[in-house]
């Protein structure tokens, strides 16, 4: 006989120790997950619930929005909010981002109030720079006319 015969082999024990180590790097990921973006998040929730669980009248905060205001009434789940003399909005309580320090609001000036009051003479030369506008975007249109 040229060909000798195959015989079947004898079944490899099995490895329990290749298969923990081979489970050992998904662990690992798993757990750093949890401490790098499960943890904090949890927290950060946690304190926001807190901040706006303690919400009361005269507050200053800022909404998700970016709206600065004072807080004038507090409901089981609205926050009605100032934010100018006389102007009101009512959000959401879990709306509210940020609860600022005491006096915010008053140390925030707008930078040309100013500029804002125009004087009579101001307004007499504003008016002039108008007309000529109007007069060369004519003289402009005209032209392409031609």
Do not use: C
């Not at 669980?53 to 009605?80: K, M, P």
């Not at 500029?115 to 007309?131: Q, S």
Request: charged share 25%; hydrophobic share 45%; net charge neutral.
């Amino acid at each position: 006989m040229l060909i000798s015969d195959a015989f079947a082999q004898a079944a490899a024990p099995a490895q329990n120790d290749a298969s923990l180590i081979s489970l050992l790097p998904m662990i690992g990921i798993l757990v750093l997950f949890y401490f790098l973006l499960i943890r904090p998040q949890s927290k950060r929730a946690k304190e926001h619930k807190q901040m706006v669980e303690a919400l009361q009248r005269g507050d200053e905060v800022v909404t998700n929005g970016g709206v600065l205001g004072q807080v004038i009434n507090v409901s089981e789940s609205y926050v009605i909010v100032e934010i100018a003399p006389g102007i009101e909005v009512t959000t959401l309580k879990s709306s509210v981002q940020t609860l600022l320090p005491k006096g915010t609001l008053r140390s925030i000036e707008p930078k040309n109030k100013a500029a804002k009051t125009k004087t009579p003479k101001a307004a007499a030369v504003d008016t002039k720079t108008d007309e000529s506008a109007d007069a060369s975007a004519a003289k402009e249109a005209e032209a392409e006319k031609k």
